[in-house]
């Protein structure tokens, strides 16, 4: 069974910095690129990163290009977000999603929520 | 930009579900996905490539459409598709989602 666990949110002052991770089982996590897709409270869903299976070709939105890094470690089946520059537009429940076979995203974690406020 | 309607849809158990999502420009190789989302939990892939249902969805969901404008049908609301819908296109960089439907209890 594919399961993917979000992990890593909580309140971070602006300006700040905050690391999420994506734990992946049930599938060859090397075998499958994946991405971060946010939504604000009251807003809709945005795509923030992708990255190649393996972690060689890296992709982000616009409102984060500069201020956040997507990566993976294959060895350990676990995609990260470091997130740094933090505003309060940046408050979100972040969820990783799985990009299969078919190019569509099609396995997603539940999310976490990261709330950037002084 | 993807637009979907209504906001929200009250139907009772057993109606059937009709929404709609429109977008501003042909999606590529019809590459358009809808998602079922309940609150705290993650989002379920129900269509992919428009008409394509994912691994273990049932088949009173469908998808249907293409270039600019499609539609998932809820054939008979069960007491668990109560929820909100959203559509998405993967064709062309970056993926954009729609606002969502709300399906609720009428």
């Known amino acids: 069974e594919v399961q993917l666990l979000d992990s890593g949110g909580g309140m971070v002052q602006p300006g700040g910095s905050l690391r999420l991770s994506c734990a992946a089982s049930g599938f060859t996590f090397s075998s499958y690129g994946m991405s971060w897709v946010r939504q604000a409270p009251g807003k809709g869903l945005e795509w923030v990163s992708a990255i190649s299976g393996t972690g060689g070709s890296t992709y982000y939105a616009d409102s984060v290009k500069g201020r956040f890094t997507i990566s993976r470690d294959n060895s350990k089946n676990t995609l990260y977000l470091q997130m740094n520059s933090l505003s309060a537009e940046d408050t979100a429940v972040y969820h990783c999603a799985r990009r299969g076979n078919s190019f569509v995203l099609d396995y997603w974690g539940q999310g976490i929520l990261v709330t950037v406020s002084s | 930009v993807l637009t979907q309607s209504p906001g929200t849809l009250s139907l009772s158990p057993g109606e059937r579900a009709t929404l709609s999502c429109r977008a501003s420009?042909?999606?590529?190789?019809?590459?358009l996905a809808w998602y079922q989302h309940k609150p705290g939990q993650a989002l379920r892939l129900l269509i992919y490539g428009a008409s394509s249902r994912a691994t273990g969805i049932p088949d009173r969901f469908s998808g249907s459409g293409s270039g600019t404008d499609f539609t998932l049908t809820i054939s008979r609301l069960e007491p668990e598709d109560f929820a909100v819908y959203y559509c998405?296109?993967?064709?062309?960089?970056?993926?954009?989602f729609g606002p969502g439907t709300k399906v609720d209890i009428k």
């Open positions: 420009q042909r999606v590529s190789s019809n590459y």
């Open positions: 998405q296109q993967y064709g062309s960089s970056p993926l954009t």
